[in-house]
């Protein structure tokens, strides 16, 4: 019976192993195959049983954008499931950070990053960002690659922006879908439809679609919330998909079958042609709970549809009222039988 080498790790095509040693951990890339991350985790043992202990001073200092790399292959991947948000935050941060070691990255550097991003990007972008600088630090003072760093003094949140109020009008609509490439029009009308998350949509498969209960099951594992959740499907959805569940596997796919991982680039190059500014895939959620909502729906049913945790969560973050919808309620104060033009007047 074999015996499982807990040394030894494939990530991604790649061996790495991981062992310590007079109380310092190692992590290095061992090579292409098991054997060869076997036999360079030896030599790497006997170098350095064989060598001189190290002083403060020889401390391995190695670049932010090889730990940082190290971080994305070791931790991230494998633990984190929005491991694809620091992938691109990492390509941001190693245009600041890439080329310095560890030990020179400091608060100054970190605040001026901050008011150069804030000059580029949404204040929810620079805190993910710090947010993952944070993570890649953190583990670099748990895998004794950095001796010390104040992480508490990198200030996350420091204040909120206004709230995002942007809902898809009936005209945006049939401009973007007129100027959506061929293989992201159903994925604007699912949306639009079922308020799935984008990446709940991309890796939808035709085994989470029942026609005969009309529905769709988002598993566990697709879900933000990491809670299953059935979504009930109307008759334009119905007949979207159809034509497109004759195969197993990727509902939305590309030639060879293998799914989509971001359609970011279509969308915005969509929205230009479609001359729509400031929306992006997400408002499409908003755009469906506002809709359905307008439209009479009841809301108990619309945030189990959503997947969100309460109520009020979810009127507040995603439900946006048209200015005709708020006059329509304030008008239904004069429309009552007791009103009369009299009875504001005396």
């Given at each position: ?10 990530i ?7 062992f310590?040693?007079d ?9 292409k195959?098991k054997?060869?991350?076997?036999a ?9 049983s ?19 790399a ?5 931790y ?16 941001h941060l ?5 080329d310095?070691?560890?030990s020179q ?8 990053y ?5 000059a580029l990007v949404a ?32 200030k ?13 009008t009936?005209?945006e609509?049939?401009r973007?879908?007129?100027?959506a ?27 989470h ?6 529905s ?14 059935r979504i009930p ?34 969308f ?8 729509i ?26 945030v ?8 009020s ?10 200015q ?12 009552t039988?007791e009103?009369?033009k ?5």
């Amino acid at each position: 019976m074999k015996t499982k080498e807990r040394n030894l790790k494939l990530i991604d095509g790649r061996w790495f192993f991981d062992f310590s040693l007079d109380g310092k951990r190692y992590i290095r890339i061992g090579g292409k195959t098991k054997e060869e991350a076997r036999a360079a985790m030896a030599r790497l043992r006997v170098e350095l049983s064989a060598g001189p202990k190290e002083s403060p001073a020889e401390v391995e200092d190695p670049l932010f954008k090889d730990f940082a790399a190290e971080y994305l292959e070791l931790y991230a991947k494998p633990n984190k499931r929005s491991w694809e948000r620091d992938e691109r935050s990492i390509k941001h941060l190693d245009r600041c950070f890439g080329d310095l070691p560890l030990s020179q990255i400091s608060l100054l550097r970190v605040e001026r990053y901050r008011v150069e991003r804030r000059a580029l990007v949404a204040l929810g972008t620079v805190n993910r960002e710090l947010s993952c600088l944070k993570g890649i630090l953190s583990k670099a003072l748990d895998w004794d690659k950095l001796e010390s760093f104040p992480l508490r003094k990198i200030k996350i949140n420091l204040r909120d922006e206004p709230r995002r109020e942007r809902v898809l009008t009936r005209e945006e609509e049939a401009r973007l879908l007129a100027e959506a490439a061929p293989y992201l029009k159903p994925m604007i009308t699912l949306a639009l439809h079922t308020g799935m998350r984008q990446g709940e949509i991309l890796k939808l498969r035709a085994e989470h679609v029942n026609l005969a209960y009309s529905s769709i099951v988002i598993p566990a594992e697709n879900s933000k919330s990491k809670r299953a959740r059935r979504i009930p499907l109307n008759s334009a959805v119905l007949e979207l998909l159809r034509p497109l569940l004759k195969d197993q596997g990727f509902i939305f796919h590309k030639s060879r079958g293998e799914g989509f991982h971001r359609i970011g680039c279509g969308f915005k190059a969509a929205c230009e042609r479609a001359k729509i500014e400031d929306l992006r895939f997400h408002d499409l959620r908003h755009t469906f709970e506002t809709r359905s909502l307008e439209g009479g729906a009841n809301p108990v049913n619309i945030v189990k549809i959503m997947g969100h945790h309460s109520m009020s969560f979810s009127l507040d973050h995603y439900h946006h009222p048209s200015q005709e919808m708020l006059l329509a309620d304030v008008e239904t104060l004069v429309n009552t039988k007791e009103y009369t033009k009299e009875s504001i007047t005396h």
